[in-house]
């Protein structure tokens, strides 16, 4: 079985683009949630998306927004970026949201 | 506020010396909390998890972590280090609630294990 899936692994983006970041989760799960993750800090949640659902949203402007397909893949979209955006951008799935979670290898996001 | 504090940005040991890495946690209610482990440029990798039963959690590559109530604390263990458990470890917290259930991280400790 295959594992979550991060796409891209790279990217390098310009101050004021636009990105979007792609997961698929492990075949069966239902939940997706995101996080960013800034060098030498723990990751830090943006979002939880459980039956295509918005479940929880953290501490991050409005410029991030996500959603969650049938197939229970999903998508983050970062508009207007900034040179503070540069991170790895993780991707877990969970079963059902509340239990364990396995995790992407991540995308890493350069803003120049 | 539910949170996780990791006092050690850095863990130094000896190959074959046994290792320790501290977490304690701030949560009300009962803690669902896990450690997992981060290699350079990778995600997050899964080691155990306590949820309720025994203080000694078993998990993955040998390593272990006991959870004390009346300390708050959740230290990750490992009997005989090895060269190649040297990375970046995360202890989190999962938090429950109208957030659903996002887990709350500790800023890291990087382990390294010299031989």
């Known amino acids: 079985d295959a594992g979550v899936t991060q796409s891209p692994t790279h990217l390098i983006k310009t101050r004021g683009q636009h990105v979007t970041l792609r997961c698929s989760p492990i075949?069966?799960?239902?939940?997706v949630s995101w996080y960013q993750q800034v060098l030498g800090q723990g990751p830090q949640f943006i979002f939880q998306?459980?039956?295509?659902?918005?479940?929880g949203r953290g501490n991050f402007p409005d410029r991030f927004s996500a959603r969650q397909f049938p197939n229970y893949s999903s998508e983050l979209n970062v508009n207007a970026l900034l040179l503070g955006d540069s991170a790895l951008y993780l991707c877990?799935?969970?079963?059902?949201?509340?239990?364990?979670?396995?995790f992407g290898s991540g995308t890493r996001l350069t803003v120049v | 506020a539910q949170s996780v504090a990791q006092p050690e940005d850095q863990v130094n040991v000896a190959e074959g010396n046994p290792l320790t890495v501290k977490c304690t946690y701030s949560?009300?209610?009962?803690?669902?909390l896990f450690w997992y482990v981060q290699y350079p440029n990778r995600g997050l990798q899964f080691l155990l998890k306590?949820?309720?039963?025994?203080?000694l959690v078993k998990g993955s590559y040998g390593f272990e972590a006991e959870f004390n109530k009346s300390q708050t604390s959740f230290h990750l263990k490992k009997p005989s280090a090895l060269v190649s458990d040297s990375a970046l470890y995360f202890c989190?917290?999962?938090?429950?609630?109208?957030?659903?259930?996002?887990?709350?991280f500790g800023q890291g400790t990087e382990l390294s294990v010299k031989p």
């Open positions: 075949s069966g799960h239902k939940s």
């Open positions: 877990a799935s969970s079963l059902d949201g509340d239990g364990g979670y396995t």
């Open positions: 998306y459980y039956e295509k659902e918005e479940r």
């Open positions: 306590y949820i309720t039963g025994d203080n």
């Open positions: 949560v009300s209610g009962n803690p669902y």
């Open positions: 989190a917290v999962r938090s429950l609630g109208n957030q659903g259930g996002k887990l709350i």
